[in-house]
């Protein structure tokens, strides 16, 4: 292309460029503490590593025109193999920047390890002495987000909300498969995995809307695994719970098992009260009373149960609605074994 032509087309480019202007790059400027020091190592990170890209893609760019085969005037040795200086620059600046960039991996991996609880909010401000986190209960479904307040006794789904300058901490769990929770204005992605609990702490510095949602695909109701995360004052916050409280629904087992079906792009849900020990139960995947909880099963298999001589008792867990079918045979709570007779009365669940 001749180079008046490429001139002539800047102006053109450069006006397609302008609508991400716009565009506000959260990621790099986040409202939250944690968000906000991510994007700090990203950016750390990215500047070290183009101390070696940026001088490598000049050189080549460099040699190649200083090389040519029609420049003459360059020095031609075609015996050249080895040079001591170049040699030493070629490995040792690589090398620093790796140990650099382990130090601050090193460092940022334990200061900004999700499961650590807060020690601030914001650069220079530690967490006011006093202050409990918000803890939040997540549970992602096929395709939505249920939010649990165990301390308000209120639940949402696809709606989070929460004071600024307060630590959250989140509890995350999935009732299928796994997923992944991201609010990139408030922390890093994290993952949900069913029968497994993971943790998240994080705060949020600004108030405002942001956007949340599911980073892993999960299935066809994936991309509409979207929720806003309201940042709010504490006066607002109040409010807001007081707004979920007064839809009077209640979120039990049976509302759950209902709301656990596989639906796409659910509409924001509120609710003023949910029963006790739901989340445990979801976690332990016995919402449904006719399951087995995972934290029975341990007890068998460490051997504070039945033991393994009672395990042909039970049906092998399987994939689908087991409800309507007994979950335990009745042989396997026989009487006469004093040791294990409460657990096995707990254990016999059947079908109505």
Not at 21 to 39: E, F, H, S, T
Not at 297 to 317: H, S
């Amino acid at each position: 292309m001749p180079p008046l032509r490429f001139l002539s087309r800047l102006p053109m480019a450069a006006g397609l460029a302008l609508p991400l202007a716009g565009c506000n790059p959260i990621l790099l400027n986040a409202p939250g503490d944690v968000a906000r020091q991510q994007g700090d190592l990203i950016i750390i990170s990215t500047l070290l590593m183009l101390i070696i890209i940026v001088p490598v893609i000049a050189l080549t760019l460099f040699f190649a025109w200083r090389y040519r085969a029609s420049n003459t005037r360059a020095t031609y040795k075609p015996d050249w193999d080895h040079s001591t200086r170049l040699e030493l620059v070629i490995w040792a600046a690589p090398l620093m920047i790796i140990i650099a960039l382990g130090s601050i991996t090193w460092i940022t991996t334990h200061t900004l390890d999700p499961y650590r609880p807060l020690e601030r909010i914001a650069p220079g401000k530690p967490v006011p002495e006093g202050v409990e986190p918000l803890e939040v209960e997540v549970v992602s479904l096929d395709w939505k987000w249920l939010f649990i307040y165990p301390e308000q006794n209120i639940a949402t789904v696809n709606e989070l909300a929460a004071p600024v300058d307060r630590p959250i901490r989140f509890k995350l769990t999935s009732s299928t498969v796994m997923n992944a929770f991201y609010v990139p204005a408030l922390a890093g992605m994290i993952y949900t995995m069913p029968g497994m609990q993971t943790e998240l702490n994080a705060v949020i510095s600004t108030p405002g809307e942001y956007e949340g949602f599911s980073s892993n695909y999960s299935g066809a109701g994936f991309s509409g695994m979207r929720f806003r995360f309201h940042a709010l004052d504490e006066a607002g916050f109040d409010a807001w719970v007081d707004q979920v409280r007064g839809s009077g629904q209640v979120l039990g087992r049976d509302g759950y098992l209902e709301l656990e079906k596989p639906s796409e792009r659910e509409p924001v849900r509120h609710y003023a009260s949910v029963e006790a020990g739901l989340y445990d139960a979801i976690l332990n995947r016995c919402v449904d009373p006719r399951r087995m909880c995972l934290h029975e099963m341990m007890a068998i298999d460490a051997g504070k149960g039945p033991g393994r001589t009672r395990m042909e008792g039970l049906e092998a867990r399987q994939r689908g609605d087991l409800r309507g079918r007994p979950y335990v045979q009745s042989a396997m709570c026989a009487a006469g074994d004093p040791p294990t007779a409460g657990l096995a009365g707990q254990l016999s669940r059947s079908a109505p």
